[in-house]
């Protein structure tokens, strides 16, 4: 199974843009990185998720490197509201499974 | 919200109690799955449907508990003579997606205090 590797905690000043990374090194070549992020007391929020392409939503944008054994999730002017724990995650396929299995994190906190 | 909503969202009970937990997907995935979290960690993996089918179960998931989705909707997850050491956060997912694309839609989750 891929394991992910990120940073504990991050600051960031509201209004800046975040800029959260992950290491993948075991990444195998049908696995995609998929972000979630949970905010106190409320369940995991899906994010985004790539394979090999940069992505980009309403919410975010993930660049992945050319060789997908890291990824940066970039929130492009953070909020107060940002402040949360941001999972990265590479999806496991176990036996026909889809169970996701999540590290803990970064914790992320947005300053006014 | 995400449209997976569970019931009840907090629990306190006493050990030894039975207490039973539903969890409503979204009503078009056919995909459920529990998860349970403690304090300061990520959410691990208990177990997953596929319709009504139990594909997987974690050793998490010790004999105490079961989960059910009988008609492929709405699941319940029960645990049998509780400790206190099942006193966390238990969360549900859905989903609908293709083997490597399976984006899980969170429940706001029920969280359990055993006493």
């Known amino acids: 199974d891929a394991k992910t590797t990120q940073p504990p905690s991050m600051d960031c000043a509201e209004g800046r843009a975040a800029n959260l990374p992950c290491n993948h090194s075991?990444?195998?070549?049908?696995?995609?990185v998929y972000w979630y992020r949970q905010i106190h007391s409320q369940g995991p929020q899906y994010i985004i998720h790539?394979?090999?392409n940069n992505e980009t939503n309403e919410m975010a944008s993930l660049i992945i490197t050319e060789d997908r054994k890291s990824s940066t999730l970039i929130l492009p002017h953070a909020t107060l509201r940002d402040t949360a724990v941001y999972y990265c995650?590479?999806?496991?396929?176990?036996?026909?499974?889809?169970?996701?299995?999540f590290g803990a994190g970064t914790r992320l906190f947005v300053k006014a | 919200d995400t449209g997976v909503s569970q019931d009840p969202r907090h629990k306190i009970t006493k050990r030894g109690q039975n207490v039973t937990f539903r969890c409503d997907p979204i009503?078009?995935?056919?995909?459920l799955y529990w998860y349970r979290q403690t304090l300061g960690q990520g959410p691990e993996f208990l177990t997953y449907?596929?319709?009504?089918?139990?594909?997987?179960k974690s050793r998490l998931l010790s004999d105490r508990f079961s989960a059910e989705r009988p008609k492929g909707s709405f699941s319940t997850l029960e645990i049998q003579r509780t400790e206190q050491g099942d006193s966390a956060m238990y969360l549900c997912?859905?989903?609908?997606?293709?083997?490597?694309?399976?984006?899980?839609?969170f429940g706001p989750g029920t969280r359990l205090t055993v006493l």
């Open positions: 997912a859905s989903s609908s997606g293709g083997r490597a694309r399976d984006t899980q839609y």
């Open positions: 075991t990444i195998s070549g049908n696995e995609y």
């Open positions: 790539g394979l090999k």
């Open positions: 995650i590479v999806r496991v396929d176990n036996t026909g499974g889809f169970k996701t299995i």
């Open positions: 009503s078009e995935h056919n995909r």
């Open positions: 449907f596929q319709n009504e089918a139990q594909l997987e």
